[in-house]
């Protein structure tokens, strides 16, 4: 049973749900979910769980009642699916004390940039590389100093497969594939790869110049892969560049922290 200071987290993702079940401070688990029907919504929000996807379902016993979660969405369809509910808290980009934001800042970008400076300290960039794949910085004051979007590594090879008549679906290789390939599948995987990590080193050499002791902190469905790639073409890279798939849960915890409900 779980007790009165437990909460989830709830990280509403382009393609899926991020989950994270906090006990006071301690991160318990974290857990990856297809989106939800609105009638299992209603379920989490009353404490009933019949048909709860399983990932949910394993950390049953740790409910004792409807717990409070905490909420940050980029999908606003989505986000108005859950903000009915009592139990839920929706952050927004006015709840983060990151100075000079623009309006349109992805809160999840924001939230990120939060949790890296908690772990990580300052200046520090974020590498998010989900179904978009994204560059976020803070100085050592938690100033934005600016970023980039693009097409995350998942979603070029999808947009390959959708949007042209003969080339099909193509897994991303566990290593480097060839530079220069002599077959179909391994050139789509090259020219991909290849220029993307290419742009990522460009990006992180770019920050480094600027903030030399700066750490680079890569998140994200795709960060370890991306990681990889990454530390075989450029091991110069090892001494900055860390993975952390929890930026955005740490994010949130500070948020509490700032409420003084840890």
């Known amino acids: ?13 382009n393609s899926r749900l991020h989950w994270a079940l906090f ?22 929000a009353s404490g009933t769980w019949d048909d709860l996807p399983s990932e949910i379902l394993i950390v049953r016993e740790n409910f004792a009642h409807p717990l409070l ?12 699916l859950w903000q009915t509910s009592p139990k839920v808290e929706v952050i927004t980009l006015e709840c983060v004390p990151l100075k000079n934001m623009y309006s349109t800042l992805g809160c999840d970008r924001a939230l990120a940039l939060w949790g890296a400076k908690e772990k990580w300290n300052l200046p520090v960039l974020v590498i ?25 590594l998942s979603l070029q090879f999808l947009a390959l497969s959708q949007k042209t008549a003969n080339l099909s679906t193509v897994k991303l290789p566990p290593q480097l594939p060839p530079r220069f390939a002599t077959n179909t599948t391994q050139a789509i995987q090259s020219g991909i790869i290849y220029s993307l990590i290419a742009g990522i080193e460009n990006f992180i050499e770019a920050w480094l110049q600027k903030y030399p002791d700066s750490q680079v902190i890569i998140t994200g469905g795709d960060r370890l892969i991306l990681a990889n790639y990454l530390y075989s073409q450029f091991p110069h890279l090892a001494k900055n560049l860390k993975c952390d798939r929890n930026l955005i849960f740490w994010g949130i915890q500070a948020y509490r922290k700032v409420l003084n409900l840890s």
């Open 23 to 44: 006990k006071g401070e301690e991160l318990y688990g974290t857990w990856d979910t297809d989106y939800l029907t609105v009638t299992s919504i209603q379920q989490l």
């Open 128 to 152: 998010d590389s989900g179904t978009a794949l994204t560059f976020t910085g803070s100085d050592a004051n938690f100033t934005l100093v600016g970023g980039a979007i693009l097409p995350g």
């Open 69 to 80: 979660l905490y909420l940050v969405s980029v999908v606003p369809s989505q986000t108005e």
């Open 1 to 13: 049973m779980v007790n009165e200071f437990s909460w989830l987290a709830l990280a509403i993702g």
